[in-house]
């Protein structure tokens, strides 16, 4: 009987160790997102704020290359069938063309980049020999990238400012998909 006590004596102090263990970690963590607020450095210069932002964007969150040719996001848009054979830019000889066009976050770091905006609803078709057409058989969909950038966000009562990453999806291209369809 003294064997069984004693075995429950050692399981019972095990698990009162990993119990403690838990709660270690615990503490150990809470203690850790506590801190965590006072470590995010504050800028007050807006100047100070960019010189962060393009030291973090350059060594920490590398940004793509932006397209050169960019539309402004309300200039009109059509969808290209006529031009179809004779486009010489990838994104304009798709079957599914696109164009990019601006976009301004001032909150953010960068803060305008080049999204793609597709210009067709349907997809371009070339069928025996007949000239291109729109076909509505199929969805023109863009293509969507996740990327990081540093949000301006307030501390100290809004007088200061930190910076965070968060992430975007930002269209990068388009795409022909055959519509959903339901049974």
């Known amino acids: 009987?003294?064997?069984?006590?004693?075995?429950?004596?050692?399981?019972?102090?095990?698990?009162?160790?990993?119990?403690?263990?838990?709660?270690?970690m615990k503490q150990i963590l809470i203690f850790g997102l506590l801190l965590v607020p006072v470590w995010t450095r504050c800028y007050e210069d807006d100047q100070?704020?960019?010189?962060?932002?393009?030291?973090k964007l350059m060594t920490s969150y590398t940004q793509p290359e932006?397209?050169?040719?960019?539309?402004?996001?309300?200039?009109?848009?059509?969808?290209?069938?006529?031009h179809f054979p004779k486009q010489s830019a990838d994104h304009a000889r798709s079957l599914s063309p696109w164009r990019y066009v601006l976009v301004t976050k001032k909150d953010h770091f960068p803060s305008t980049y080049a999204e793609a905006q597709c210009l067709c609803s349907g997809c371009i078709l070339i069928q025996n020999n007949?000239?291109?057409?729109?076909?509505?058989?199929?969805?023109?969909?863009?293509?969507?990238?996740?990327?990081?950038?540093?949000?301006?966000?307030?501390?100290?009562?809004?007088?200061k400012y930190h910076l965070k990453p968060v992430t975007v999806k930002v269209a990068v291209g388009c795409t022909c998909l055959?519509?959903?369809?339901?049974?």
């Open 48 to 55: 100070e704020l960019q010189d962060a932002a393009e030291r």
């Open 66 to 82: 932006e397209p050169q040719t960019t539309a402004a996001p309300d200039s009109p848009a059509s969808c290209p069938v006529e």
């Open 1 to 24: 009987m003294q064997v069984n006590t004693t075995r429950d004596s050692l399981v019972n102090s095990q698990s009162d160790a990993k119990k403690k263990l838990r709660m270690d």
């Open 130 to 159: 007949s000239p291109p057409m729109e076909s509505h058989d199929y969805n023109s969909v863009p293509v969507k990238q996740t990327r990081v950038f540093l949000k301006k966000e307030p501390c100290d009562g809004g007088k």
């Open 178 to 183: 055959r519509p959903n369809t339901f049974s």
